[in-house]
């Protein structure tokens, strides 16, 4: 069993599309993450969420709307594609707020045309 | 707010040892994580320092110096599956939040 899987995998799609990546978490943890990492690859945070609630927004385009239905799924719905958005998007999750371990799914790499 | 700085690339030999150095600059400090990612993979803890000192998991150490803003990654009896990239980060914002390093690109040559 998957501890975090996210779908799809890859993502291409043309400027201007709404698209979304969903992702859940068996793993019992009260906290989700967004990352996007860069063709660099540096990894910076999005968003967080614990237990439904939103903790953290760091400055993301309002283009970006993360959803929460419940403490196990964290979804990412990205409307206007935009050619900076191409990266990989990764869902983490933690044990709670201030854990220090963060389990990542696999990534979704985003390619917009 | 938070920065990390650690070196872009190191290559070493199989069998040999790598230090991978992180120094941070954080307004509240809540612990130094280690993560690595291959290629086309998921990033994943290695290890987690909270206090000074040395924290050993086979053959990958971790140490903080918390009065030096420092740490290192040390990785013993290199393999070729350790080419890999290595993280570190700091947790910010009260703790709720990991902030990631840009990453050390190892290169394992046999």
């Known amino acids: 069993d998957t501890a975090v899987s996210q779908t799809p995998k890859y993502l291409v799609t043309q400027m201007g599309n709404d698209k979304s990546i969903k992702c859940e978490q068996n793993?019992?943890?009260?906290?989700m993450y967004w990352y996007k990492q860069d063709s660099k690859k540096f990894l910076k945070i999005m968003f967080s969420?614990?237990?439904?609630?939103?903790?953290i927004n760091e400055t993301v385009p309002n283009r970006f709307s993360p959803k929460s239905p419940d403490k196990a799924h964290l979804n990412l719905h990205i409307n206007s594609l935009e050619l900076g958005d191409s990266a990989v998007y990764f869902c983490?999750?933690?044990?709670?707020?201030?854990?220090?371990?963060?389990?990542f799914g696999s990534g979704t790499q985003l390619s917009v045309l | 707010g938070q920065s990390l700085e650690q070196p872009s690339e190191v290559t070493a030999v199989e069998g040999a040892i790598v230090q991978i150095n992180c120094t941070y600059q954080?307004?509240?400090?809540?612990?130094l994580s280690w993560y690595q990612q291959h290629d086309g993979g998921a990033p994943t803890f290695l290890s987690y320092?909270?206090?000074?000192g040395l924290e050993e998991t086979g053959r990958f150490s971790s140490f903080l110096s918390r009065s030096d803003s420092y740490g290192y990654l040390l990785l013993q009896e290199l393999q070729m599956k350790d080419s890999a990239s290595y993280f570190c980060?700091?947790?910010?914002?009260?703790?709720?939040?990991?902030?990631f390093g840009a990453g050390t690109r190892l290169f394992v040559k046999a």
């Open positions: 983490a999750s933690s044990q709670a707020v201030g854990s220090e371990k963060l389990f």
């Open positions: 793993l019992g943890h009260d906290t």
């Open positions: 969420y614990n237990n439904k609630e939103l903790i």
């Open positions: 954080t307004s509240g400090f809540y612990g």
């Open positions: 320092n909270g206090l000074d």
């Open positions: 980060a700091v947790r910010g914002a009260g703790g709720f939040k990991t902030i």
